[in-house]
């Protein structure tokens, strides 16, 4: 019904109104929710709405906001999305009915939120993973019309490698990172702790338990966890190390044991990735973009890269990962393990020259994220040349 009002114009338009929306529809707890708040708490008389999952253990984050809530597949859901004017999210359009399949979309995907105009938040920063192969990324698809980026370097790799003009790429940063510097009473368990967190690998997409026991991802993993002087340095310094998987490898975190009770394997049931990212005082990472939160909040990363070739051969990296300018490249545990040992006795403290460069790329250290997001959101809504009816 709604898919034959839009198409054929008989629509009660809503000016000013913006659809947000996290990966799948199931989560609340990145760039998206971060804005979505902010906007709630600063701008009461908004016009924005959260579309998420009702069985979703994130949705509970969201109960004071429920007249600015859509759940999946209701009535209001069809009907705000249908009249709505633009739609702003940390992950592509794709992700608004749940279903990454752009094949198997439904009609009201196609010929109703593909008509819309979209902003781009990203859920990270892109620099070490090429999005050349990924379609409904690059420019040339049409998707997305404005892609938020965090600094000019990015904005340059994002210009080259995906082909979005500057005018596209405005310079805001990430409304999550508002949120660095609270501390909240959740955040503190992490203080003074070493959370590692490896990003997914598309090989093990469909992966069995088997398989995942069997691959290098998991071995190499549970050798670093098995170690006997990262063990013993947890004593020595009576901290903790708490593993947290990406939310694609999520269903293969209970393989992962420790006998160690300082080694904790955490679920995204249970705890939110930003409230270890806020609170934790080492990082360590392969690949994933969440490096650049640590970065941004100067503390200190590890990079733990075991299979770099056949990453960079399956994936592609943006930026050289031999010469990153926030920290070395690391292929075995030993060397990880140095690297904490060495921030460990010296309390966390980050490197000077690694400092340097981040205060270069990224500039001062607060900024008013959310407010400038919003801001251009609302100028670009006013301003877009497209309308309810774009031929888009």
Do not use: C
């Not at 009002?5 to 707890?29: D, H, M, R, S």
């Not at 340095?233 to 190390?241: G, H």
């Not at 992962?256 to 409230?275: A, P, V």
Request: aromatic share 14%; no cysteine; hydrophobic share 35%.
């Amino acid at each position: 019904m709604y898919t034959r009002l839009f198409t054929e114009k008989k629509v009660n338009y809503a000016p000013g109104t913006f659809i947000v929306f996290e990966k799948e529809t199931n989560y609340a707890q990145d760039n998206a929710f971060a804005l979505f708040e902010w906007v709630q708490k600063n701008h009461p008389n908004n016009q924005m709405y959260y579309v998420i999952r009702k069985d979703s253990p994130q949705s509970k984050k969201l109960s004071q906001y429920s007249n600015r809530v859509l759940y999946t597949g209701t009535k209001k859901y069809y009907d705000m999305i249908t009249k709505s004017q633009m739609l702003v999210s940390s992950d592509s359009p794709l992700h608004l009915v749940g279903n990454v399949n752009r094949r198997n979309a439904s009609s009201f995907y196609k010929q109703v939120i593909m008509k819309k105009p979209f902003i781009m938040l990203q859920h990270g920063v892109t620099a070490m993973k090429s999005h050349a192969g990924n379609k409904p990324w690059n420019a040339s698809s049409g998707m997305i019309d404005y892609f938020v980026v965090t600094n000019t370097l990015e904005q340059e790799v994002v210009h080259q490698s995906m082909g979005y003009s500057y005018d596209q790429l405005p310079i805001l940063g990430f409304s999550r990172w508002d949120l660095f510097g609270n501390n909240t009473p959740i955040e503190q368990k992490f203080n003074n702790k070493i959370i590692y967190v490896p990003t997914w690998r598309q090989w093990l997409n469909k992966a069995t338990d088997d398989e995942f026991v069997e691959s290098d991802y998991y071995q190499k993993i549970n050798k670093l966890l098995g170690n006997k002087k990262l063990n013993q340095l947890l004593n020595d310094y009576d901290t903790d190390f708490y593993v947290y998987l990406h939310p694609f490898m999520q269903r293969l975190t209970h393989n992962l044991k420790s006998d160690n009770d300082r080694i904790h394997i955490l679920s995204s049931d249970d705890y939110d990735l930003g409230d270890l990212l806020r609170g934790a005082s080492l990082l360590i990472s392969d690949y994933s973009s969440v490096v650049w939160d640590f970065a941004v909040q100067r503390k200190p990363v590890i990079f733990y890269q075991f299979d770099k070739s056949r990453y960079l051969k399956k994936v592609g990296s943006l930026v050289d990962l031999d010469n990153l300018p926030i920290g070395n490249s690391n292929q075995t545990d030993r060397q990880v393990i140095e690297e904490i040992a060495y921030y460990l006795d010296n309390n966390f403290s980050l490197d000077m020259n690694i400092k340097n460069n981040i205060d270069s790329i990224f500039g001062e250290e607060t900024q008013e994220y959310s407010k400038n997001i919003y801001e251009f959101i609302k100028k670009a809504s006013r301003e877009y040349k497209h309308t309810i009816w774009s031929n888009k």
